[in-house]
């Protein structure tokens, strides 16, 4: 079955520290991937997106993620988190072709403390 | 301003009731979905529609029914068949072939 795997459930960093959260897939075909965060109490929103071309995406508020398609990953980086970062982290893939269906990961709470 | 709306924001209801929320939103985007969202497991697709009047089952459709009847409504019924309906429930629509999702606020049900 196709399926979308974040390892890290939970996350606590400190301010300034650097965050990477993976994002592995198991589709074959062509995808299409995002990240999405859902901050405390907020609508889930767009961090970036990947649909072709420069596999390194940058983002809202300074996140950024690559594809590296032999992998099939898509992890989140940010050089410097702030304790506003705090939130939960979707990554989410749509096969091309596949009726514009968003498949979600679990999810990574990130704690940033002060 | 356009969006999702989705009401109410929390639900109440007795076990073996069914129960309706609803999804409304005023984008003309032709394309809407209903996810579950519990702790622990992200984002479960239950139904999505791609025009009026059509839908199709998502990952975890039991017990769950859905309609179509306009384009800017897409309500999801929870019925008494569904096992473990408490849960937060999301609305999401997108443009045909368009892959960016607007989601609502969403609504937390809880069944006692």
């Known amino acids: 079955a196709q399926s979308v795997s974040q390892h890290n459930h939970h996350v606590i960093l400190s301010e300034a520290a650097s965050l990477e959260l993976g994002c592995n897939y198991s589709?074959?075909?062509?995808?299409?991937l995002f990240w999405y965060v859902q901050y405390p109490g907020q609508h889930l929103q767009l961090l970036l997106k990947?649909?072709?071309?420069?596999?390194l995406v940058k983002g809202i508020k300074g996140f950024e993620a690559e594809f590296i398609k032999s992998k099939f990953s898509f992890n989140l980086r940010k050089p410097s988190v702030q304790w506003s970062d705090t939130a939960e982290y979707f990554c989410?893939?749509?096969?091309?072709?596949?009726?514009?269906?968003?498949?979600f990961g679990t999810g990574t709470q990130l704690k940033v403390e002060l | 301003d356009g969006g999702i709306t989705q009401s109410p924001k929390y639900l109440f209801r007795k076990e073996g009731q069914n129960v309706t929320l609803s999804c409304e939103q005023n984008?003309?985007?032709?394309?809407m979905y209903w996810y579950r969202q519990d702790p622990g497991q992200g984002l479960r697709l239950i139904y999505y529609?791609?025009?009026?009047?059509?839908?199709q089952k998502g990952d975890i459709a039991e017990g769950y029914s859905v309609s179509r009847e306009k384009k800017e409504s897409f309500p999801l019924t929870v019925t008494s068949a569904q096992k473990n309906p408490t849960a937060f429930y999301l609305c999401?629509?997108?443009?045909?072939?368009?892959?960016?999702?607007?989601f609502g606020s969403g609504t937390r049900l809880t069944v006692v």
């Open positions: 999401a629509s997108s443009r045909a072939g368009d892959y960016g999702y607007t």
């Open positions: 589709y074959g075909g062509t995808v299409n």
């Open positions: 990947y649909f072709s071309g420069d596999p």
């Open positions: 989410a893939v749509i096969l091309t072709g596949g009726g514009n269906k968003l498949t």
């Open positions: 984008l003309n985007h032709d394309a």
């Open positions: 529609s791609q025009i009026v009047n059509d839908f």
